[in-house]
């Protein structure tokens, strides 16, 4: 029903930049919430952000607070992440997700895997030292 495709991955140095983005296409005017996770070798996936789509309100887990800001363009039906201050542990797979319920948007459902039904295939972030 929706289609997520992510782009703006890429290399950069510790300390530095990069924008994500997560463009939607398919039954957009269903999307309830939309989220970024991440998922590096060997490890679980893990939540990001996640943005209410009616009202922008948003969720960060607390290892990015400060330095990542999700964002979303309702006219382009894309999410963004903007990540600065990157660092090596920052580096993994970077998945969009979208929520098609109508569940209340809530810190503590939307940070997991479940509250999602649509998930992209992906963009590599490589933060060097």
């Known amino acids: 029903q929706v289609q997520l495709v992510e782009s703006g991955g890429g290399l950069v140095q510790a300390g530095g930049s990069l924008r994500l983005s997560c463009a939607a296409s398919g039954r957009t005017f269903s999307i309830n919430v939309m989220g970024w996770f991440r998922q590096a070798p060997g490890k679980e996936r893990e939540f990001v952000a996640a943005?209410?789509?009616?009202?922008?309100?948003?969720y960060y887990v607390d290892s990015v607070k400060g330095r990542f800001t999700i964002s979303r363009d309702n006219a382009k039906n894309t999410v963004y992440l903007q990540m600065n201050s990157l660092k090596p542990d920052d580096t993994a797979v970077y998945y969009c997700a979208a929520d098609l319920t109508f569940r209340s948007f809530s810190g503590f459902y939307h940070s997991e895997t479940r509250a999602y039904d649509y998930w992209g295939k992906g963009t590599q972030v490589t933060v060097s030292s």
């Open positions: 943005i209410n789509w009616s009202d922008s309100s948003t």
